[in-house]
């Protein structure tokens, strides 16, 4: 763009992004990538194992993917369009599936809706094979319909009213504006949360490990070859087969949605209401996410249930040992670490996406689709090489002098940065041109119309990249298991140890501390966030 | 330096020497020979990092006894999971960050060595044990079995298949057991790996008849599933009637839940458990402190207690429950075979029961 000759600052910036990328997204990957060698990806392809997982793959992202997104565009149409009660209630449940750490999550569903479940052959006398397909379709589908709800959300939160009081008063009824008007326009956000959930689903290995059976996907076979046979050549093999993957989604998506124009918000002021949608359709959403979060709770109240108890379901005598074991020991030095890293990640993973979206989506420079994919690439990395890749490229002795937190920090800031970016794309293909060129043609640098302007406006996609982050920070498990030293454990690490050595009690309970304080921190965050955005306001 | 400081940490050399050189001669014994010992403790000070992959409830006690035996500190990174700490050592190897490697299969150690990554030491304590439980080169030592046994839901099996408990691995193929065990994964699980290369053991490395058990096995099967603990906590929770697991993990859940019961088949499979010292270690004489020490009598006794698992000192009592060396019937287990025929083992596997 000729901005950045005419404004060196902005192509500083640009430059820094791109260095940041190279410096924390390539580099490290790219020694996962050459690991194996040509001899060692010959002989990985030729050996054939990888053909089953990648077809299951294919099957598991294709129909995880369908559910996933249609249960998030009903949770945000529901949450946005509709006068349905309880919204703050649907929302926070909205996001304790993002708040999973891997293996006891899935283990509570089949405690649940197991061969033997409490719900399944306990209320209902049934024996379902909830192993396999089944299941993985299922519990993905609720643990992956949060991220595509808050993309969506964010979307249809910024689509311009008007044009839809326009449609009805020109006599569409609500379906028909709904189908004409509404969709259309949440194109871009519909395909960033379909890319963005198809990647992460591709990229899911808690879920699969724990109740997929025998139905081997990639990322559970490349994990299984580290940690059943310490075969990273074979593993690191499998990861290239996940990237390639990732690059045809992303392909597919860029073909999706052309160059079309997406601009509901422009430079003059809307203060016009949503169109009514009619009372039984928010009483059907009403009811639609009541049942949702129904099932939520369930999954949930299971654990605290079993935090509570000395063996669920078999011993079920209430006790607080288990709480009183995680007071104990360095325990409180990994949940706090938890809460520090994850703030820590999410603060700086949020703003830089948001800026590395501002720059790809509004710049014209060369080269801005290969950065727009490699902010992408990280979701399509299985945690663990994204935190092997580290442990190679940053384990350097003249590094020692940096301490592990920071590593951890820097991993979770890169490998969570595409939520943050997807939303702020999507956000910024919805906001007019006019709007940054009114700010520079009053005489404001680019820079400055991005952070006066656009920073603003772009509240929501900032939010969804913070909360993402967070939670997504806060429940990793296979990205900081290759970095974490003794005095950087987090929660997570704790409450695989403890899942191995058959503490479920133990398990449950920190799992539920660890949630409970994420949870608190949104909170705060939230409130914080409140006070700042109306001051914001009060400036503007 | 100053002279002070250099005068300071010579008299605690001398402390140290005398204590540990006491402690030593004490646990090996009037026939180790007092010199090996004392040679070893002049030099064993400062703090040693352990990358563990023993279980959470073992780790901490363990390590505080082997620094109060040998005034040698020890800060663990634990991670029940040797694949992984392999792979951690593996990708630090131009700056390695660990001292020592605990627990898990003698293979994950083995495979570190063979790629030059581990300090060869063979400790004088390691005399006594058996050939096969160590690594001739010195790279590796065992320090405990880990045995394959079978879990069992005492309430379910009762009812079910009439509490018939399987003394052989054959017994299982009984279609009373049908769409009723679980099983790690032999893709999947380092255990059900094992489990797999027994059955070849088993029939002499007959693979054809060992392929057969599997398929005949395979309808009875209910899951195999993606970790061992796992199929223990799902017959424990009555999901499944029984499976095939690790003995120690079985005793340790019952301890639980007592409704679980704990057998051991006939001609069953066992893991090495090894302990290395890394390669590039910057405390050899700790590590090699620790290596010594683990082999001891009371180190051993104490890992009994904490882990259920079985010492390879014949002088050292099982856990309650869990069976002696002598009593079980282990198959002639070929490490090396198994580790460089598994990816074929495991396709033939895939072919014979059809996944």
Not at chain 1, 67 to 73: D, E, I, P
Not at chain 1, 465 to 479: D, I, Y
Not at chain 2, 9 to 23: D, M, P, S, W
Not at chain 2, 303 to 317: F, I, M, P, T
Request: with cysteine; charged share 15%; glycine share 10%.
């Amino acid at each position: 763009m000729r901005g950045l000759t005419r404004e060196p600052p902005l192509l500083l910036a640009l430059l820094g992004v791109v260095a940041l990328v190279l410096a924390f997204i390539v580099y490290p990957q790219v020694q996962v990538v050459i690991a194996p060698g040509s001899d060692g990806y010959a002989a990985f392809l030729q050996g054939g194992t990888w053909v089953t997982p990648l077809r299951n793959s294919l099957q598991v992202v294709a129909l995880s993917t369908t559910t996933a997104v249609l249960l998030g565009f009903l949770y945000a149409y529901a949450m946005v369009y509709t006068d349905m009660r309880w919204k703050p209630f649907f929302r926070l449940v909205g996001i304790l599936p993002l708040l999973s750490p891997p293996f006891v999550v899935a283990a509570a569903y089949i405690l649940l809706f197991g061969p033997r479940g409490i719900v399944t052959y306990g209320i209902f006398g049934q024996t379902p094979i909830i192993f396999g397909l089944m299941g993985i379709w299922g519990v993905q589908t609720i643990a992956f319909f949060p991220f595509a709800y808050q993309l969506i959300a964010d979307v249809l939160s910024r689509s311009d009213a008007r044009m839809e009081q326009a449609a009805r008063n020109l006599g569409a009824g609500p379906w028909q504006v709904f189908r004409t008007v509404t969709l259309p326009l949440s194109r871009p956000g519909l395909g960033a949360a379909i890319l963005t959930t198809a990647i992460y689903i591709l990229e899911d290995f808690g879920n699969p490990q724990l109740i997929g059976g025998v139905f081997t996907v990639l990322p559970t076979q490349a994990y299984s070859l580290i940690s059943g046979f310490g075969d990273f050549t074979g593993a690191a093999a499998v990861s290239t087969i996940l990237l390639a993957l990732a690059l045809a989604l992303y392909l597919a998506k860029l073909r999706l949605d052309g160059g079309r124009s997406f601009v509901t918000i422009s430079g003059r002021a809307s203060s016009m209401p949503r169109p009514p949608v009619p009372p039984g359709l928010s009483w059907a959403c009403f009811a639609g996410c009541l049942a949702l979060s129904g099932l939520i709770l369930m999954v949930y109240g299971a654990l605290v249930v079993s935090a509570f108890t000395i063996a669920f379901p078999t011993n079920i005598t209430f006790t607080t040992t288990n709480f009183q074991f995680v007071a104990t020991g360095s325990n409180g030095d990994a949940l706090r670490n938890t809460i520090v890293f994850g703030t820590v990640a999410a603060a700086v993973s949020a703003v830089l996406a948001l800026f590395a979206g501002w720059l790809v989506q509004r710049g014209d420079w060369p080269g801005r689709r290969a950065l727009d994919f490699l902010l992408i690439m990280p979701a399509a990395i299985p945690g663990i090489f994204f935190g092997i890749g580290y442990l190679t490229a940053f384990n350097q002795t003249w590094l020692d002098w940096v301490d592990r937190g920071w590593i951890i920090v820097l991993s979770m800031i890169f490998w969570n940065i595409p939520v943050g970016y997807q939303a702020a794309v999507a956000g910024l293909r919805q906001i007019d041109r006019s709007l940054d060129e009114a700010a520079t043609s009053l005489g404001a640098s680019k820079l400055r119309g991005f952070r006066d302007v656009l920073f603003p406006v772009l509240a929501g996609s900032l939010r969804v990249g913070f909360v993402t982050t967070f939670v997504r920070a806060v429940t990793t498990l296979s990205v900081v298991i290759f970095l974490f030293t003794p005095p950087t454990t987090v929660a997570t690490i704790r409450i695989y140890q403890l899942v191995n050595d058959l503490n479920w009690g133990g398990a449950t309970a920190f799992t539920v501390a660890d949630i409970s304080l994420a949870i608190a921190a949104l909170l705060v965050f939230a409130l914080l966030a409140r006070g700042r955005l109306v001051l914001g306001m009060a400036r503007g | 330096m100053t002279p002070q400081l250099d005068r300071r940490a010579f008299l605690k050399l001398i402390g140290v020497t005398t204590v540990v050189a006491a402690c030593g001669g004490a646990a090996t014994g009037p026939s180790a020979a007092p010199s090996v010992a004392a040679s070893v403790a002049a030099k064993a000070t400062g703090r040693i990092n352990i990358y563990s992959a023993l279980n959470e409830s073992t780790n901490n006690e363990l390590f505080a006894a082997f620094t109060k035996a040998t005034g040698v500190g020890a800060d663990v990174l634990p991670l029940a999971a040797a694949g992984e700490l392999q792979t951690r050592i593996r990708a630090e190897k131009g700056n390695p960050k660990a001292d020592i490697f605990i627990g898990g299969d003698s293979s994950f150690h083995d495979g570190l060595g063979k790629e030059g990554l581990l300090e060869p030491f063979m400790s004088a304590n390691a005399s006594a044990i058996a050939t096969e439980a160590k690594d001739p080169s010195g790279n590796w030592t065992g320090w405990y079995f880990g045995v394959f046994g079978f879990v069992s839901n005492t309430d379910r099996l009762t009812k079910e298949v009439s509490g018939k408990k399987p003394k052989t691995w054959d017994d299982l193929l009984d279609p009373a057991w049908k769409q009723k065990l679980v099983m790690p994964d032999p893709v999947k699980t380092g255990g059900g790996y094992i489990f797999l290369a027994t059955q070849v053991f088993r029939f002499g490395k007959d693979e054809d008849r060992a392929m057969d058990f599997m398929k005949k096995l395979h309808p009875n099967i209910a899951q195999y599933v993606g970790t061992a603990p796992q199929g223990i906590q799902l017959v424990s929770q009555g999901q499944f009637v029984g499976g095939p697991n690790w003995s120690h993990d079985i005793l340790t859940e019952k301890a639980k839940n007592p409704g679980i019961d704990l057998t051991i088949p006939d001609l069953t499979g066992f893991e090495i458990g090894a302990v290395s010292i890394v390669k590039g270690t910057k405390n050899l004489p700790g590590g090699k402190a620790l290596v010594d020490w683990i082999l001891t009598k009371e180190a051993g006794e104490l890992n009994v207690k904490l882990s259920n698992r079985v010492s390879v000192r014949k002088d050292v009592a099982p856990a309650p429950g869990a069976p002696t060396l002598d009593q079980v019937k282990l198959v002639t287990y070929d490490r090396a075979w198994a580790a460089d025929n598994k990816e074929r083992l495991i396709k033939k596997w895939q072919q014979a029961v059809g996944l």
